[in-house]
């Protein structure tokens, strides 16, 4: 498995992968193309040439924040995501972010088990923040070392 910066090329298969997680958010083809286009930061997860996964992130400040991540349902738990976060952290580290940002379903135990293991802790809850169905969200935060 190799990451890469996500390109126009991927934004079909990421739309994929995001439909088949409704967990996530559900962003537009256009979104996805701004991402390629550089406007955010993102990168998929290749195995064999075929994308089973991808991160995209932003730079805020000092700090840069997940704005989306997903992995193909038939390659979670093999560390897919994991290596998507290191790659995130490792671009924060670049330009010396203090910490990493996301939210998350109240609902999504997986993502909140897989955040804590990586060292994300709740520090926050946005009420009734997601639409479809309406959820809360829990913001999660790391220090990035």
């Not at 083809?29 to 992130?57: H, K, P, Q, S």
């Not at 088990?113 to 520090?123: D, I, M, N, S, V």
Request: proline share 3%; with cysteine.
């Amino acid at each position: 498995m190799n990451t890469r910066p996500i390109e126009d090329r991927d934004v079909e298969d990421v739309l994929t992968i995001q439909w088949a997680s409704p967990e996530i958010a559900q962003w537009t083809v256009r979104d996805y193309a701004r991402v390629a286009a550089g406007e955010m930061t993102g990168w998929v997860a290749e195995e064999n040439a075929t994308v089973i996964g991808f991160l995209v992130a932003r730079r805020v400040l000092s700090d840069l924040e997940i704005l989306n991540l997903a992995v193909r349902p038939d390659a979670r738990r093999c560390g897919v995501g994991a290596s998507l976060v290191r790659e995130v952290l490792a671009w924060g580290k670049k330009f010396r972010a203090e910490k990493v940002l996301l939210e998350v379903r109240a609902s999504n135990l997986a993502a909140l088990h897989f955040y804590e293991r990586h060292g994300f802790r709740a520090t926050g809850r946005r009420l009734r923040y997601y639409a479809g169905p309406i959820e809360d969200a829990l913001l999660l935060t790391a220090t990035i070392e």
